[in-house]
């Protein structure tokens, strides 16, 4: 490969590493304390907080209209909005934009507090997102969430001959299995009594996040709606409003629906992702299919509009109660109910029997839905009896000198690359912060949490980085005793160090490869951290490190390898200087 080609793929790189780092570095570092605390509240929060925020602005812009202010600079958004109101009316806009000429651009009050609200809804959730694509840290570092779990009832499909403990322990391993897939989240999972489940989440606290984690197939299920029943009931509910149900959501009047039906809340999302309940439907009591039986979950896109739906794959049992359901229900709707909540209403038109589709979802519950789906289907019912802020293990001096003396090692280590080996040392440094910004980049890609034993991985993998450098330095240097030139050292000791920095390389990936297998927790963070590191190092030391090199051959014409401080004496040199 032509030196052109290889410096093109270390620029490409870089710039990849960069798109992945790039959440991280501007969540951590450009993000200001209070921006980050109000994008971590909860949905509902935030719609409580933007709502208030943006009626205070409206107020206040109605004030500065009447008094025939200027329109605020934190409010100039709204200017611009006024500009495009303007021209999609094709009306001639003001001479002069203050606070009155852009109110008049809307065409209600509703309207100009709506887009203030909208505005406020956007940047709060646009940094939730950048959150969400930032590298997370670990319980030790950061602190995280503390959720208590109430074991509910044993899901009907599951495995008959489970007893209660063994449903619990299979709920323990399922929830381990989705929270902590590659061993870099380092949760705390445990029974607590004989009815709980304690869980311990690393990361800043929102309290959704546990919402994607218990949402699973034993909650999911399909029914029949009767929607006989389901126009009489709301017939009745809108003339008696107020005493169809009791505080607790019970029916006053169980006879008003078939004893075979039950009332269930159909509900959308709204525009903060919050369920909004529509109306009342009533379905059949028998459930038509669990969501034990679902085998696999895509999200797909809508071919005609776009918007997500929600793929199921139903083992060859599900396929066959699935295909009696719908031949004998053509024509009926078909509700699916999540957490004894419509979700979705469908009219059945044909069989179906393998793959069934719901729509109705939007694109982060469709994600979530399918990912929890795909993991593994919980035996028994989950609540959230109990939910609480934690702090971390390590207090922030404890972590500051943690990082000055992981820092200061590291530093140590380059400078002695430095004094050891004098110019290629330069080449050493650079090549390991390559390393460190490519290790970082992934772990940032692959929304990682970074724990101490992560970063114990990542140490261990710049010592055998800097190993790498060490092993291909000496072989220079016995080229250069040789009498070589510049070109022939670098090729000659690349060449020969390549395949000894490569067996260790592999031997050390496939010890973190059983290490991930067949370890969890700290060890599999560790092992995933290591094999990220041999990647990056191999690619540095042997790609980055050579093309440093050939760039002062090919550009700096540089005639020698300034490899050690001490010169270094040709075999000819030694043969005389020991006859004399």
Known sequence: MSKRYRFIIVLVT????????????????????????????????????????????????????????EVPPDLSFLTAQAKKLYRRAKQEAPAQWDARTVLSAFSSRREALEAIETKYRDDVFALKNLQQNAVQLGLDLSGGLSIVLQVGRTISDGNPNDTP??????ALEVLNSRIDRFGLTEPVIRRQGTDQIYVEIPGTA???????????????????????????????YNANP????????????????????????????????????????????????????????????????????VTFMLDSEGGEIFY????????????????????????IQTDIRDAVRLTGFGAEEADNIALTLRTAALPVELEVANQQSIGASMGEDT???????????????????????????????????????????????????????????FILTIGMAVDANVIIFERMKEEMRLGKGRKAVVDAGFDKAFWAIMDSNITTFIAALFLSQLGSGPIQGFAVSLAIGVFSSVFTSLFVSRLIFDFGTDVFHSKKVSVSWFPQRSGNEVSAGVKS
């Open 399 to 457: 972590i500051r000198q943690g990082l000055y003396a992981l820092l200061g090692g590291i530093v140590v280590v380059l400078i002695f690359m430095l004094v050891f080996y004098k110019a290629a040392g330069i080449n050493a440094v650079v090549a390991q912060l390559l390393n460190f910004y490519i290790m970082f980049s992934i772990l940032s890609a692959f929304n990682f949490t970074l724990t101490l034993p992560s970063i114990a991985g």
């Open 165 to 170: 403990d063994d449903a619990v322990n299979r």
């Open 14 to 69: 870089m710039a990849i590493c960069f798109v992945f780092l790039y959440p991280s570095i501007r969540w951590y570092f450009l993000i200001p304390k209070d921006k980050q605390s109000e994008a971590m509240q909860s949905r509902e929060q935030i719609k409580i907080e933007t709502s208030r925020k943006a009626q205070a602005d409206f107020q206040r812009l109605i004030g500065l209209a009447r008094s025939g202010g």
């Open 242 to 309: 107020t005493n169809t149900f009791d505080s607790e959501g019970q029916l006053l009047n169980p006879t008003v629906i078939p004893a075979d039906t039950m009332v269930l809340g159909a509900y959308t999302k709204d525009r903060y992702g919050l369920d909004e309940f529509t109306d009342y439907t009533v379905v059949k009591q028998e459930v038509g299919l669990d969501g034990n039986h679902i085998q696999s979950a895509v999200v797909e896109r809508n071919t005609l509009d776009g918007k997500p739906e």
């Open 206 to 236: 929102d309290p959704e996040r546990i919402n994607s984690i218990i949402m699973g197939k034993g909650s999911l299920a399909f029914h029949i709606v009767d929607q006989e029943a389901a126009d009489a009931f709301n017939l009745y």
């Open 324 to 347: 009696r359901l719908t031949s004998a229900n053509k024509g009926k709707t078909l509700a699916i109910v999540l957490d004894d909540r419509v979700k979705s209403r469908a009219t």
